[in-house]
Structure formats: C-alpha cells, structure tokens
C-alpha cells in the first residue's frame, strides 16, 4: 500500500491499485464508530457518445441513472436486504455529470458489507421485463423533479448557454428519452464501463485497513475482467451562448433571475488551468458575496432577497451564474454589469481568502464524509488524487487575480433568464 500524507497535515490516505485495474483508497478515522463504502464508476450523464472497438455509439441521455436504479435494486433480492437490514446498515446511490456512486454504511461487520456492495455493483443482473418495469418509476422521479423550481431553472439557465454539451440534457433524462431505453443498450453500457480499470473504492471510517483491504482482492480473486478501452467523444461547442435573453413564466412566487456568463478556456492562456476556478471563485466572493460591498449596498436598499454566485467548468468553459430573487431584475442586472466593470481584489483579499481556503482544508478530515466526497470528486475529475490543495492555495497570487480580473470585466458573452410568476 501507498501512504499519501494529506497535506503533510498527518492525515494518512492509504492507496492500492489492484491488478484488475481498480483503484481503492482507505482514511482510518479512529475517533467514529461507523464506517462508509463507495464504489465510484467514471461514467455518468456526461457521456453522451463514446467509440469502442472501431464503433461510435450514441447513448440515450438519462441511461446513467437508469442503469443506477438497475444496480441498486433489491425489489427481488430478499435475502439480501433482510441481510443489509440486520447488519444495521444503509445503502445509496446517487448519479451525478462526472460518475455514479454506490455506498453502503454501517457500524459493524465491514466484510459483509464491502462484499454484498460489490457482489451488487459487479455482479449486476437485470432482464428485459425488469428494464421496462423500471420506467414508470423514472418517469415518476421526472415529474416530481419537474415541480422543484430550483432544479428547472437553473437547468434552464445552462441550457440558454449551451449548444450541444451535455450539461443541456437533465441527469434523469426526459421522459422520452426514458421510454426509448432498451435492455440491450442499458447491457453494452454496463458492459463497456463498469469494468475495474473504470472504477474505485473508497473506505472511510473505523475499520481495520488490512483485512479491508483482503476482503475487496478476495472478491476478485478468481475473477477476471477486460481493461476499460472505450474513448468518450465530446460534441463540438459553438463559443458563444445559446440564447442572450429569455423570459419566462414559472409557478414561484416571486420574481427571479439568472446572469450566466460563458468563458471559453483560451481566453485564460496564461495561467494555468488548475487555479483558474480558485481565481474566480476569490474574485466572485470579493466582489459579490455576503459581505461584500455590493450585496450589503443593495441588501439594505431590498433589491433581493435572495443573492447567489457560482462558477463550474463545463468542458473548455467556464461559467459564472448570478442568481436573485428579486423585484427590481432590471434594476439589479444593471448593478451586475457595472460592477463587473469595476472588480477589484487587495492582496488583503486574497491573504483572507487564503486562510479561509487553509483552514477548511485542515478540518476536512475531521468529518469522514467530507473525506469520501473530497476523493470521489477529484479521482472523477482528475482520474487520480492529487494531494495538492493546500499547495494550489498557497500559489495563489494578486497578479494572476488581476490578470482574471482583465478577462472577466472584458466578458460580455452573457445570457440572461428572467423568470416571472404564473398569473
């Protein structure tokens, strides 16, 4: 096994690569009584196309939650749940754009608990009939998702922005898109990505690591698997945004809109690509957030009562979203624009956004949870874990911020949704 010293802070991460390809990550925390499990598939609603073997295949959006549901179903395995309920423990899963996780947690008996998550995850079996009696139930899911606002529209915000990314289509997929899913496509996915060398487990909690770690290269022992060779192919985006302004009507309450900016990488040339979300991020709290000057000004003047910023990189772009509840959406957006003009960040700023970023990466170990989803998201964004957080703080520096800062005020690629109550 492999020790990454988190941080050098002495939180000790123990890693192994299997010979099937798979990579499992263990973080002893001594001080809880439970123990979390995931097992993470680098596949998910990004994946929209894929070439294996010489042979391009479209994949039907929404198919990555669909083959979750599949996986994690216990409807006619009994004895398996009655199993999982004496142990005490519970079972999830989840599909995200970038993987899909299936955890199981508990607080005793580790073994059978690793071994019946991975007997569920890699030996998967589902039939025609149980593919087609799945859909009414994700069809369900869509509705009630449907009727979450939130959900809706910020949806809707990015698909102003996008032409052909995959973040325009909803990680569940429409209905149509539910009803033309067939068993044999939901198979050649399972096939083609829920293999070892596409995967990884994470084991966070009190547990003994050795005898963990046997537990999971038993399973595989007498098993074998091909190597993942499928190429995900992205879909070409046009730079600028889909749609520059759209106003609807939705069944809120009050009036809300979203200023959504779309940045092409390019443009960000000369610094490199692993601190520009950290550059961004500081300069929108800076500018933006709670205490700054802009939304205590227009707090107390009750333009909104509600005010949010955000920023994610989809693909080569990154995108900003400001979000409000607000009355006066004109008023307000006109605020936006000016003061992108005029951003600015002191090196006070940054010295403050800095200690903030430090002191959080110090207390992430203190919540096991936290460790499991630091590991998820970055082996799913970076295929490894690169134990370099606090290195990236440190290197941050005001002239790389000012150089972001010249881009950002320069922007004017926008998209602006305005959304009004249903009368």
Known sequence: MKIINYNNQGDLIYTEKLSNGLSVYMFNKETTDNFYVTIGVKYAS???????????YNVTPGIAHFLEH?????????????????????????????GTNYNISGSKNIKDNIEILLEKVFSSKF???????????IIEEIGMTNDRANTVLWDRADDNLFFNSYIKNSILGTIDDVKSITYKELKRVYNDFYVPSNMFIVVVGNFNKEETLDTIKNYFKDKTYKLFTSKV??????????????????????????YSI???????????????????????????????DFYTENDKKYLFTN??????????????????????????IEKIKEKFKNLIVTKEDLIRYKRLSISWIITLC??????????????????KFKNKEKELIDYLNIEDTNKVIKVLSKMDNTSILKVNPKK
Request: aromatic residues 14%; glycine residues 2%; hydrophobic residues 30%.
């Open 46 to 56: 990004k994946v929209l196309k894929y070439k294996k073997d010489n042979i391009v």
């Open 70 to 98: 599949r996986v994690m179903d216990f409807t006619n395995d009994k004895t398996i749940s009655n199993k999982i309920e004496s142990l005490g423990s519970f079972t999830n899963a989840y599909t995200s754009y970038d």
């Open 127 to 137: 039939t025609k009939e149980s593919v087609e009696n799945e859909k009414g139930i």
């Open 233 to 258: 192919l992205k879909p070409r985006e046009k730079e600028q945004v889909k749609i520059n302004y759209e106003e609807i009507e939705y069944n809120i309450e009050k009036q809300r809109f979203y």
């Open 262 to 292: 779309k940045i092409h990488s390019k443009y960000f040339d000369k610094i490199k690509p692993i601190y520009i979300l950290k550059y961004i991020e500081l300069v929108l709290g800076t500018n933006f957030g709670e205490f700054s």
């Open 307 to 332: 005010f949010s910023t955000s920023s994610y990189k989809i693909d080569n772009y990154y995108v900003i979203n400001i979000a409000a509840v607000s009355d006066h959406s004109k008023d307000l």
């Open 366 to 383: 203190d919540d096991m949870f936290d460790v499991e989803e630091l590991l998820s998201s970055t082996l799913y964004s970076n295929n």
